[in-house]
T-cell receptor
Framework: KQEVTQIPAALSVPEGENLVLNCSFTDSAIYNLQWFRQDPGKGLTSLLL?????REQTSGRLNASLDKSSGRSTLYIAASQPGDSATYLCAVSAYGNNRLAFGKGNQVVVIP | GAVVSQHPSRVICKSGTSVKIECRSLDFQATTMFWYRQFPKQSLMLMAT?????????EQGVEKDKFLINHASLTLSTLTVTSAHPEDSSFYICSAKTGDQPQHFGDGTRLSIL
């Protein structure tokens, strides 16, 4: 059974600092890995999707890396802003995007 | 594109009531829909997977008679929580996909049973 762990569970950083969020998974036989953002009481917004054959994906201030063999992914958020405050979820997918296994999330607070 | 609408967003009802939650794919045909449950500060846990026109596949530990899932069309799936009790209070989120494309998520339903 796939287990996904996210560290740290919660962190607070001053505005402008770079954020580094870590995700690890136990079974390296994944189809892809996604990072989502979840605001309190809301659904999920997909941020980045990395296919199993890729090493990283970038979108604006966000960069996600994937090391499938070691079962790790890192989400970097450059020059954090108060609007980045949210919970960030990592999820790995089995073949065909059918079974998503989620971590518990990294709860981020960016202090103005 | 790829919008998933979930309704209602919030339900508060008495113990023993049955509650229906709808999940619609607005601009694509969803061959597969998924229902998740999320407790505070916990990860999303997959409850069941449903394919249009066939019975849902439930995850281990999820009571199929308690959580009725109907996927009657390529754009609509419903989750009915039957005879809901306070322990069923949670955040329920649906997602939908077509083929082997990524899942797209609804905004979730906060269910509170008094």
């Amino acid at each position: 059974k796939q287990e996904v762990t996210q560290i740290p569970a919660a962190l607070s950083v001053p505005e402008g600092e770079n954020l580094v969020l870590n995700c690890s998974f136990t079974d390296s036989a994944i189809y892809n890995l996604q990072w989502f953002r979840q605001d309190p009481g809301k659904g999920l917004t997909s941020l980045l999707l990395i296919q199993s054959s890729q090493r990283e994906q970038t979108s604006g201030r966000l960069n996600a890396s994937l090391d499938k063999s070691s079962g790790r992914s890192t989400l970097y958020i450059a020059a954090s802003q108060p609007g980045d405050s949210a919970t960030y979820l990592c999820a790995v997918s089995a073949y065909g995007n059918n079974r998503l296994a989620f971590g518990k999330g990294n709860q981020v607070v960016v202090i103005p | 594109g790829a919008v998933v609408s979930q309704h209602p967003s919030r339900v508060i009802c008495k113990s023993g009531t049955s509650v229906k939650i709808e999940c619609r794919s607005l601009d694509f045909q969803a061959t597969t829909m998924f229902w998740y449950r999320q407790f505070p500060k916990q990860s999303l846990m997959l409850m069941a997977t449903s394919n249009e026109g066939s019975k849902a596949t439930y995850e281990q530990g999820v009571e199929k008679d308690k959580f009725l899932i109907n996927h009657a069309s390529l754009t609509l799936s419903t989750l009915t929580v039957t005879s809901a009790h306070p322990e069923d209070s949670s955040f329920y989120i649906c997602s939908a996909k077509t083929g082997d494309q990524p899942q797209h998520f609804g905004d979730g339903t906060r269910l509170s049973i008094l």
